[in-house]
């Protein structure tokens, strides 16, 4: 129940494409759902996040889709470019950000 | 991140010995996390401590064992080094005062077991 699955494991997709990334979760009681980029070297970095009061979070080209009757949520990348190119997790959280659970990763690649 | 800052960067051990990896914040947050990376499995929780009095573990604690010096550092040891310790691993802070626990990580050390 404290799982959090992500899918794809890895994406390849055309500048100016739409990247999308996917993830679901069992337990109910999470109430934070953010995603972080992770650059080859360097820390995952948070990205964009998003409560389940919500269906949907814009930030740029970065949009964060919420299902709560689904238990999924997904981050779109819109208008992808090449430094967008980097290492994605979503994780989901409850009572106010104790007990991160982070997906496995999805790696994306997007070609010049 | 600058403010999170974790020594070594890269580390060759070998099976058997003891070794230590450091973490160090310049954010003034109470909370400080170590995660172990493979690929494919995400980020495992290993330990983490909500102020210098507390220490808990994590998914992954056995093998680890880690120690809250001052609230800017927060270290890990693993006492006997085997092979499928060879991970990435990032050290994170937060602070309780923050409304969801925003993490921040550091650039990760690269550790191998031979």
């Known amino acids: 129940q404290q799982q959090v699955k992500q899918s794809p494991q890895s994406l390849i997709v055309q500048k100016g494409g739409i990247s999308i990334i996917n993830c679901a979760y069992e337990?109910?009681?999470?109430?934070?759902f953010p995603w972080y980029q992770q650059f080859p070297g360097k820390g995952p970095a948070l990205l964009i996040a998003i409560r389940p009061d919500v269906s949907e979070k814009k930030e740029g080209r970065f949009t964060i889709s919420f299902n709560k009757s689904a238990k999924q949520f997904s981050l779109h990348i819109m208008d992808s470019q090449p430094g967008d190119s980097a290492t994605y997790f979503c994780a989901a959280s409850m009572n106010y950000g104790q007990n991160f659970v982070f997906g496995p990763g999805t790696r994306l690649s997007v070609l010049p | 991140d600058a403010d999170v800052t974790q020594t070594p960067r890269n580390r060759i051990t070998k099976t058997g010995k003891r070794i230590m990896l450091e973490c160090s914040q310049t954010?003034?947050?109470?909370?400080m996390y170590w995660y172990r990376q493979d690929p494919g499995l995400g980020l495992q929780l290993i330990y983490y401590s909500f102020d210098v009095k507390d220490i808990n573990k994590g998914e992954i604690s056995d093998g680890y064992s880690v120690s809250r010096q001052a609230q800017a550092k927060f270290s890990l040891s693993l006492e006997s080094a085997i092979p499928n310790q060879t991970a990435l691993y990032f050290c994170?802070?937060?602070?309780?005062?923050?409304?969801?626990?925003?993490?921040?990580f550091g650039p990760g050390t690269r550790l191998t077991v031979l």
């Open positions: 337990n109910t009681a999470f109430d934070y």
């Open positions: 994170a802070t937060s602070d309780s005062a923050g409304l969801y626990n925003e993490q921040f």
């Open positions: 954010k003034g947050h109470d909370r």
